[in-house]
């Protein structure tokens, strides 16, 4: 059973910095491409960063490309989110998503698993 479990989440001041993990288990998770997405409320989830298989590789949303940076750890199985000079705008569930492709994509319906979610909440 694969299961990707979020944490990392909180509340911090506009400015301020987090980094969210997401560990995945029950999966060969080097063959995965991960991604985080966000959904805040009343809005649509809306894709966020993600990185390929060896971690050569990132794609970013303009929203938090040059803020926010994704990292993989295949030994540990583990994704990461650095998020810095966190703005309001941020304030979100994000959650982690696993795709059996090769290739880093924005698109929600690529990804075959989710995670259930790290609330981030920015205080302003």
């Known amino acids: 059973q694969v299961q990707l479990v979020e944490s990392g989440g909180g509340l911090v001041q506009a400015g301020g910095s987090l980094r969210l993990s997401c560990v995945a288990s029950g999966l060969i998770f080097n063959w995965y491409t991960m991604g985080w997405f966000r959904q805040a409320p009343g809005k649509e989830r809306e894709f966020v960063a993600a990185?390929?298989?060896?971690?050569?590789?990132?794609y970013y949303a303009d929203s938090v490309k040059g803020r926010f940076t994704i990292s993989r750890d295949n030994a540990k199985n583990t994704v990461y989110l650095q998020m810095n000079s966190l703005k309001p705008e941020d304030t979100a569930v994000y959650y982690c998503a696993a795709d059996q492709g090769i290739a880093t994509t924005s698109s929600l319906r690529d990804y075959d698993y989710w995670g259930q979610g790290t609330q981030v909440t920015v205080s302003s």
């Open positions: 990185i390929n298989t060896s971690g050569s590789r990132t």
